[in-house]
């Protein structure tokens, strides 16, 4: 990825300046993160403007990598600027619009309550309205996509990939939560996008689809919960769209179909799929709950938890990282991967079996976590049963354990989950992955989803939203 200068930048000669490499030791010299003394609400500031490079405007333009002369277009959310070419070691572009991470991105920047400018509208939002009505409208008109394709250029051209039907729902969710920071002409631009997106996800929603790690065509559990989110949310929208028939039954089938997703043990991510060895337990499990319409006290979806958790930090287990055994020792951790039989580290000619934590995976975990806490402080009760029992008492808790008990123990797990991922930042900055042995940063760097979890974490912390809803009036959670 290439910035678009209006004048050349300043050529810089000493090859130290570009520091070490991702995954090189890191000179002793360096400053660490202090990460016990590090205000976390303090430092989602810092994080909400790393992740805001990321994200074109007509002031801030890139060119695209794999096109010189293209440039991009106003409210572009790429997922990383890494490209093959710039990263060593790292054979991904990710030079492009995600529509699931755009989304995502796009509701972090919503609930950061930027000022808007004269005249009306949060300049940012209504980029980002725009340029998804732009991709919105080229799917539309291709005769190769559906409206749930997930992968956009920086012009926001269709880019060959796969369906996504968890897309169109997350971006409607996001255009609730910031609908009512647009300008008038906006609005009408979103209100239609979503009116498009609602008739295309009523067609579809009992259909397969590509699941979140884009690796298996299936019924998935993470789609089909971000699904039920926009569904519900939609039926009491005040934004003027009108609810058709079906969405009510829509609600319900996705109810029902999202209980068979259990085995006795967890939560199965994708059914009817013929997936590798070790894709269960999976991180998008708990995802499920910051982006869609899970509740963090489903006592099954802790059974889940409980084996997610233990997985990677139990040293006993085949999936366990190294890493989360030096940083117990520092009061840190553990840090998460998406599930034990992944092999994607970055560089797909070259696959890890068990693959590495991600900062995206550890964060979503800490949020169900605080998620959690506010709904037992706000209930006074612990949702303990014969599934949920296990979670609970890799925390210290059990049936004689206050929710005040809980709590604590929840919010200092999450906290700990946190100031790993800022520890093993590189200056703060957050990659894709961590190496599970060494902990340095691996695969792209600057992953825009990595911050925007990390906000949205400490969101649920400061309880600063309600944890089932994202702006009540208006209507994730990374």
Known sequence: ???????????????????????????????????????????????????????????????????????????????????????????????????????????????????????????????????????????????????????????????PWSEQNDGPAIQSLAILTLFDQLDGATQTIARQLVETNLSYLLEVYQDKTTNLWEEYEGYSFFARAVQLRFFREISRNVIGIAVPAGVADAISWLESELATHWNGQLYVSVLDAAVQAGYDANIDIVSSVCYGGIEPTDTKLLATAAILRRQWADPSSSSYFPINGADAAKGLGPLLGRYPGDHYDGDVAAPVLGGHPWALCTANFAEFQYRLANTIEASGAIPLDQFSEPFFAELGLGASSSAADASVALRASSDSMLRAIVYHSDHYELSEQFDGTTGYEKSVRNLTWSYAAFLSAVRARSAAVPAATSKPGNSRGP
Do not use: K
């Not at 695209?64 to 070691?89: E, K, L, M, Q, R």
């Not at 919503?110 to 799917?139: K, M, T």
């Open 1 to 159: 990825m290439t910035v678009a200068f209006l004048s050349p930048p300043m050529n810089v000669v000493d090859p130290a300046h570009r520091g070490p490499a991702i995954g090189a030791s890191a000179p002793a010299v360096t400053p660490a993160p202090a990460f016990a003394q590090t205000d976390l609400v303090a430092l989602s500031r810092y994080f909400s403007l790393l992740m805001m490079r990321n994200i074109t405007s007509d002031g801030y333009v890139i060119e695209d990598p794999a096109s010189p002369g293209v440039f991009s277009v106003p409210g572009c959310v790429i997922a990383a600027p890494s490209y093959p070419v710039n990263t060593p070691g790292v054979d991904q572009d990710y030079v492009f619009n995600w529509v699931r991470d755009g989304a995502i991105t796009a509701i972090e920047i919503a609930l950061a309550d930027l000022p808007p400018v004269p005249g009306g509208g949060v300049p940012s939002l209504i980029d980002y309205v725009n340029f998804a009505a732009l991709c919105q409208a080229n799917a539309r008109n291709s005769t190769t996509v559906t409206l749930g394709h997930a992968c956009f250029t920086v012009t926001g051209e269709v880019r």
